[in-house]
Structure formats: C-alpha cells, structure tokens
T-cell receptor
Framework: AQTVTQSQPEMSVQEAETVTLSCTYDTSESDYYLFWYKQPPSRQMILVIRQEAYKQQNATENRFSVNFQKAAKSFSLKISDSQLGDAAMYFCAYRPTYSGAGSYQLTFGKGTKLSVIP | DSGVTQTPKHLITATGQRVTLRCSPRSGDLSVYWYQQSLDQGLQFLIQYYNGEERAKGNILERFSAQQFPDLHSELNLSSLELGDSALYFC???????????????FGSGTRLTVV
C-alpha cells in the first residue's frame, strides 16, 4: 500500500521569506501523480500544485515550486516570498496513474501546519 | 466557490443517531469521492462513486453507506453514531473516474460532524 509521510507537523516562516515543506512517499509504481493541497482555516481544500512522475521538470505555480526527487521518493514544496495568506495546513497527496482496481483515490500525508509571522 | 456543494456545513447529533450528508459535484463531473478528516487519522478515503455506481471502498465502516443518484449528487449515510465519528467529511469530484483529465480533485468545503 502507498503511504505518504510529512515529518514536520508544524513550521513557521517570516513574511517575505522562503520555506520548504517536506514530503516522502512509498510506492512500487513507476507512474503516479503527486499533489500539494492547502487547507486554510476556512477548511476548503485547495490544489496548490501537481507533479506527474514521468516529468523530470519540477512543477512551478507562481511562488510555489516543488523539488521532486523520484529515486529518493521525495516531493518537497517551496514557498517563496511568503505571505500572510499562505498560513494554512498543507497536505501532500499521492495517486497512481493506473489502477487495476479502477479507483484513483488520493492518499494523503497527515499535514504540516504553516504559520506566517508578520 | 469550488463548484462542489456540501450540506449541511455543520451537524451536531447524539450518539446512536443517524445522519445524512449531501454532496453535489461540480457541473460535468461524474465521479464523487468521500473522505473523512479527523485529528488523529488525517484524511482517509471512504468510498468512490462514478456515474451512479460504486467504484471503490476504502476505510469505510459497515455503519456507513453511500449512494450516488441519477442527478449525480451523492449522499453519505452514517448510522449508530459514536463519539469517534466526529470529524470533517469531505467530498471531491472529478470528471472521469481517474481524475487524470482535471488538474486534481475539486473538493467541497466539508461537513463538520460533532457527535455528543
């Protein structure tokens, strides 16, 4: 079974600084997707960024970028120029590209709570 | 607004009772996933429906059941409720059963269930 581990339950960053959230995963698949979701106090789950395992280039979305290390099964999220609105729970998630069982649910890590200090 | 609607937003009920949570997927999406988010277990997959049919089951208790109706909305039924069922219940929708055609899964804002 696939597992996703986020080893940092809480982190903090000064406004305008850069922070990196860690995520490791375990899978025997070679094709899969990895995601970072943001959950602010409003509790809405918001997709931040997505990475396809067959793509070597790291995904980037404005101030958010990932460092995808397939061999190490590592998928970290870097937030640059942190803003107060970035304060939230961040979840790393995995799903296989192909599933013999026909289901493509996400497997989530337990999350990292990010605080942004003004 | 994500386009996925969950009702009610909050629900408080007593142990032993039964509740129904409702999810309307984003327009055009055929697949609905239910997740339970609790403090100790994180986000756990419960069940998936695609176009009215059950596709997969995760860690769903026998006291829980779900269905997806012809208009594609889905209901999650929780019965014989226990204190430990208190959690945030999310649904997410995708256009196809794989989710590959979308940028990910679109989540609703969840139903906060409190069992007292």
């Amino acid at each position: 079974a696939q597992t996703v581990t986020q080893s940092q339950p809480e982190m903090s960053v000064q406004e305008a600084e850069t922070v990196t959230l860690s995520c490791t995963y375990d899978t025997s698949e070679s094709d899969y997707y990895l995601f970072w979701y943001k959950q602010p106090p409003s509790r809405q789950m918001i997709l931040v960024i997505r990475q396809e395992a067959y793509k070597q280039q790291n995904a980037t979305e404005n101030r958010f970028s990932v460092n995808f290390q397939k061999a190490a099964k590592s998928f970290s999220l870097k937030i640059s120029d942190s803003q107060l609105g970035d304060a939230a729970m961040y979840f790393c998630a995995y799903r296989p590209t192909y599933s013999g069982a026909g289901s493509y649910q996400l497997t989530f890590g337990k999350g990292t709570k990010l605080s942004v200090i003004p | 607004d994500s386009g996925v609607t969950q009702t009610p937003k909050h629900l408080i009920t007593a142990t032993g009772q039964r509740v129904t949570l409702r999810c309307s997927p984003r327009s055009g999406d055929l697949s609905v996933y239910w997740y339970q988010q609790s403090l100790d277990q994180g986000l756990q997959f419960l069940i998936q429906y695609y176009n009215g049919e059950e596709r997969a089951k995760g860690n769903i208790l026998e006291r829980f059941s779900a269905q997806q109706f012809p208009d594609l909305h889905s209901e999650l039924n929780l019965s014989s409720l226990e204190l430990g069922d208190s959690a945030l219940y999310f649904c997410a929708s995708t256009k196809d059963p794989t989710g590959a055609s979308s940028a990910g899964y679109t989540f609703g804002s969840g139903t906060r269930l409190t069992v007292v």
